[in-house]
Nanobody, 123 residues
């Protein structure tokens, strides 16, 4: 079965950085677009970033442009999210997602979801 396992979350001070990882198994990773979403307390889950199968095309939510970078290593079946200049509004559970088509990521309707990793930003 498909598994997406996130790691790298934690407690970080405002202005700090983290690198989130998502290791995939049970799917032909190189054929899937990947994405990151997040859900803050009391809010709906929202799109953060997407990357196509090759890594050649990326998309970001306006709130994270210039601060977050999505990348992938098809050989390691892993997608990453480098998060910089963190602020309190970035506190959320971050979820990895996979979809056969990137537009499913952009439309927040991926086929597969991970369990999430908590990122907490302290001021």
């Amino acid at each position: 079965q498909v598994q997406l396992v996130e790691s790298g979350g934690g407690l970080v001070q405002a202005g700090g950085s983290l690198r989130l990882s998502c290791a995939a198994s049970g799917l032909t990773f190189r054929m899937y677009a990947m994405g990151w979403f997040r859900q803050a307390p009391g809010k709906e889950r929202e799109f953060v970033a997407a990357i196509d199968w090759s890594g050649g095309n990326t998309n970001y939510a306006d709130s994270v442009k210039g601060r977050f970078t999505i990348s992938r290593d098809n050989g390691k079946k892993t997608v990453y999210l480098q998060v910089n200049s963190l602020n309190s509004e970035d506190t959320a559970v971050y979820y990895c997602a996979a979809a056969a088509l990137e537009r499913a990521i952009l439309g927040s309707t991926p086929e597969y979801w991970g369990q999430g990793t908590q990122v907490t930003v302290s001021s």
